[in-house]
């Protein structure tokens, strides 16, 4: 498959597990009806809680429980592969991880990945702190996997100031990069588009950013701007900062002209972290 629409779906959730599912499931159908094939959804999509311990009492067991269940329903409803934005799923130590499972047309779950580097920041110009330290373990392996669409990589949010993990994921074969994000409006409005950019320029891949946007229940702003960008760097399609979806059309064919006109990939002179390749053997 050379061609293939894919859709970002941007939420602004609430602290409340059904209105949040309801909302992404009228997302993921326009885009299925649209014509879409994968769609990726944000961080956080089940639960944008007032604390960052509620996310602790809704959290699932691996495999099991009403948001999984819905994730895999939907998909095979709509016929659509599914990244699963990020939910939490309980960690041995008491915490959670910040789990984004992938599920394919049929409904099954065909990967997960735990988002490896945790939002621990005091953020400058404003009175925000996070520390997701404090209520969610990280995840220690890169994802990237076949998929009918190409090689599908999969981060999530702070992940993407990391640029080691990317080329690591690149050095795998990386065609497409699903990014579940909930990025807030004063770090997006410095810095999303450059980096979302950046990624698909430096690794000469798609990035498919879902990013949560707009005013929280919990008075959280989060950026939005949900975009696709092509390996070039140019954006496919855009949102502003309401729900709704991105639509655009990846090519595996635009991938290979790009990396044969411009091989930069072949130039590196750097091997990719150690870490990663150390964890992945």
Not at 13 to 23: K, Q, R, Y
Request: hydrophobic letters at 40%.
């Amino acid at each position: 498959m050379t061609q293939t629409l894919i859709a970002a779906v941007q939420l602004t959730s609430t602290p409340d597990v059904a209105t949040n599912l309801a909302s992404a499931g009228s997302l993921i159908e326009r885009a299925a009806d649209s014509g879409a094939r994968l769609v990726v959804l944000p961080e956080n999509v089940a639960l944008m809680g007032h604390k960052e311990t509620d996310k602790l009492e809704v959290a699932e067991t691996e495999g099991s429980g009403p948001i999984q269940d819905f994730l895999a329903e939907i998909a095979a409803k709509y016929r659509v592969w599914l990244v699963g934005g990020t939910i939490p799923i309980r960690a041995p130590s008491g915490k959670v991880y910040a789990a984004s499972p992938v599920y394919d047309d049929e409904g099954r779950r065909v990967a997960r990945y735990d988002k490896i580097h945790l939002f621990d920041v005091d953020v400058p110009g404003s009175r925000e702190q996070y520390r997701e330290s404090n209520t969610i373990e990280p995840g220690d392996t890169p994802l990237v996997f076949d998929t009918p669409f190409g090689r599908l990589g999969v981060a999530v949010c702070y992940d993407l100031r990391f640029p080691e993990l990317f080329r690591y994921l690149a050095a795998q074969g990386l065609d497409i990069l699903a990014l579940p994000s909930a990025f807030t409006a004063a770090t997006g409005k410095a810095h999303w588009d450059v980096l979302v950019r950046a990624r698909a320029v430096e690794n000469l891949c798609y990035v498919v950013a879902a990013n949560q946007g707009g005013t929280h229940p919990n008075g959280r702003e989060t950026y939005g701007h949900s975009m696709v960008v092509d390996p070039w760097g140019s954006v496919l399609a855009q949102l502003g900062t309401e729900p709704g979806v991105a639509l655009a059309e990846v090519s595996l064919r635009r991938i290979e002209e790009v990396r044969t006109t411009f091989p930069s990939l072949r130039h590196r002179r750097i091997g990719v972290d150690r870490t990663f390749s150390a964890r992945a053997g």
